[in-house]
C-alpha cells in the first residue's frame, strides 16, 4: 500500500485538503443566509440548485465509494498501480455529505420563500431525469462483472457534466437582467479558494509521489476544480466589473434596497 515519502508534504496536503474543505463547505452559507434575510430566494437561479443536488449527490456516491469500499480501491489499484495512493481524501467525503444536506436546504428555502415568478424550467427537470435514468443502467451494466471502479467513474463524469451545466443558468439569468442581486458573491468567493486549494493538494500528493496519476486517476476532481475556478472568474467579472450594485441603484428588482443597505 502506497505511503508517503515526506511528513511536510503530507502535513502540507492535509492542509490544504481541509481549507479547500472549509472554503466550499462555508461557501453554501452566504446564499442561505441572504436568502433567510431577504425571505426571498428571486435572484437566485433555481435551475442551478436542482442541477447542484445531483451534481453532489453523484459526487457524494463516488467519494464515499472510492473512500470506504475496499473493492472499489482494489480495483483502482490494480488499473493504475499497486503503489498508487486512493484519490480521495476524507475531506472530499465530509464535504460532499456537507454540500448534499446544505443543497437540499437551499431547495427548501426556495419551497417557502418568496419565488416572484420563477420556477424550475422543465429543460431542468429534463436533464436531471436522464442523467439518474442514465447512471441507473450503468448500475445494471455494471452487476454482473462487478465493475465497481467503472460503475463509480460514472458518477464521476455525472457531476463533471452537471457541474458544467449547472453555472449556465445562473450565468445567463445575471446577464438577462444585468444584474446579480439576489445571488451571493461570498459564495463565489470561497468556492474561488476551494477550487484553487483543492488542486494545491492533488499536486502536493503528486509531487510526493513522483506520479502525476491523481490528476487523471480522478479526473472528475480535476476537472471540477477546473470548471468551477472558471465560472467562479465569471461570476466575479459579472458582480464587479458588469454589473456592479452602484449601477443597479435605478433597477425595479424587488430586493434592491436590501441589497444596497
Not at 453523484?58 to 475496499?70: D, E, G, K, P, T
Not at 444584474?179 to 463565489?188: D, E, K, L, P, R
Not at 470548471?227 to 434592491?256: C, E, G, M
Request: aromatic share 14%.
Amino acid at each position: 500500500m502506497a505511503s508517503w515519502n515526506s511528513i511536510p508534504l503530507e502535513v502540507l496536503y492535509t492542509t490544504l485538503g481541509w481549507i479547500a474543505f472549509f472554503s466550499w463547505s462555508i461557501s453554501f452559507y452566504p446564499q442561505v443566509i441572504l436568502n433567510f434575510k431577504r425571505k426571498s430566494v428571486v435572484g437566485l437561479n433555481f435551475d442551478f440548485v436542482v442541477l447542484n443536488l445531483t451534481k453532489h449527490s453523484s459526487y457524494l456516491i463516488y467519494n464515499a465509494s472510492m473512500f470506504f469500499s475496499f473493492a472499489v480501491q482494489k480495483q483502482y489499484r490494480e488499473k493504475y498501480g499497486l503503489n498508487e495512493m486512493i484519490p480521495v481524501a476524507a475531506n472530499d467525503v465530509a464535504f460532499s455529505i456537507h454540500a448534499v444536506l446544505l443543497t437540499a436546504f437551499t431547495l427548501l428555502q426556495i419551497a417557502i420563500y418568496d419565488r416572484g415568478n420563477q420556477k424550475v424550467s422543465r429543460t431542468s427537470i429534463g436533464i436531471v431525469c436522464v442523467a439518474w435514468l442514465t447512471v441507473a443502467v450503468c448500475v445494471f451494466v455494471a452487476l454482473p462483472s462487478h465493475s465497481w471502479l467503472w460503475l463509480i467513474s460514472c458518477f464521476n463524469t455525472l457531476q463533471v457534466v452537471m457541474t458544467v451545466i449547472k453555472y449556465i443558468p445562473q450565468a445567463i439569468m445575471n446577464f438577462k437582467r444585468k444584474s446579480t442581486i439576489g445571488f451571493s458573491i461570498g459564495n463565489i468567493l470561497l468556492d474561488l479558494l476551494g477550487g484553487v486549494t483543492n488542486y494545491g493538494q492533488m499536486a502536493v500528493q503528486s509531487i510526493d509521489q513522483n506520479s502525476w496519476v491523481n490528476f487523471y486517476g480522478n479526473i472528475g476532481k480535476t476537472l471540477l476544480s477546473l470548471v468551477s475556478i472558471f465560472f467562479d472568474i465569471l461570476f466575479i467579472l459579472q458582480h464587479y466589473v458588469l454589473y456592479p450594485a452602484w449601477k443597479n441603484v435605478t433597477s425595479r428588482d424587488v430586493d434592491v434596497t436590501v441589497m444596497i443597505k
